[in-house]
């Protein structure tokens, strides 16, 4: 457990959305129809609404998120972690303007588009967010809920 205070709500969400805006990596939970668990980790970004994503159409985590639409997302490690839950549209990669999918590209280091294995993006959309760090910052957790910011 640490000693130092816990954060205020809204330094909370500052730290999420920097965490949003400069990592490049987050856990991606996800369950099947009849409910076995899948996690890994994908190549985000973060457009200031939602995180696109690319998988593999007829992976795990790619047939879950077209079957189930959601999510949750983690960046962060076990001690200073940022919990996302949240809608997951699937497009497919004609979809995006090529802009789009370029920024994409440049930001993770990885193209989906240029790939031979059939790729889907999803668009995850932030319905609830939670932040802490430890024991001390339980409370408060919550920043979004419903896709509002509650700070």
Not at 34 to 38: I, K, M, S, W
Not at 46 to 69: H, K, R, V, Y
Not at 99 to 106: L, S
């Given at each position: 457990m640490s000693n130092?205070?816990?954060?205020?709500?809204?330094?909370?969400?500052?730290?999420?959305?920097?965490?949003?805006?400069?990592?490049v990596d987050v856990w991606?939970?996800?369950a099947s129809a009849?409910?076995?668990?899948?996690l890994v980790p994908l190549s985000f970004d973060?457009?200031?609404?939602?995180?696109?994503?690319?998988?593999?159409?007829?992976?795990?985590?790619?047939?879950?998120?077209?079957?189930?639409?959601v999510a949750r997302l983690s960046l962060g490690h076990t001690r200073d972690v940022s919990m996302i839950e949240g809608e997951a549209e699937v497009?497919?990669?004609?979809?995006l303007p090529s802009?789009?999918?370029?920024?994409?590209?440049?930001r993770t280091g990885f193209d989906p588009r240029t790939?031979?294995?059939?790729?889907?993006?999803?668009?995850v959309t932030p319905r609830r967010v939670q932040a802490w760090r430890e024991v001390e910052e339980m409370t408060g957790r919550e920043l979004m809920r419903d896709g509002r910011w509650l700070v």
């Open positions: 130092a205070a816990p954060r205020p709500r809204d330094q909370r969400r500052r730290d999420t959305e920097h965490r949003l805006a400069h990592d991606v939970a996800t009849d409910g076995v668990p899948h973060w457009d200031g609404e939602a995180l696109l994503l690319a998988t593999p159409a007829d992976s795990p985590t790619g047939t879950n998120l077209a079957t189930a639409g497009l497919p990669l004609d979809a802009e789009r999918g370029d920024r994409f590209a440049a790939l031979t294995t059939p790729y889907r993006w999803f668009r």
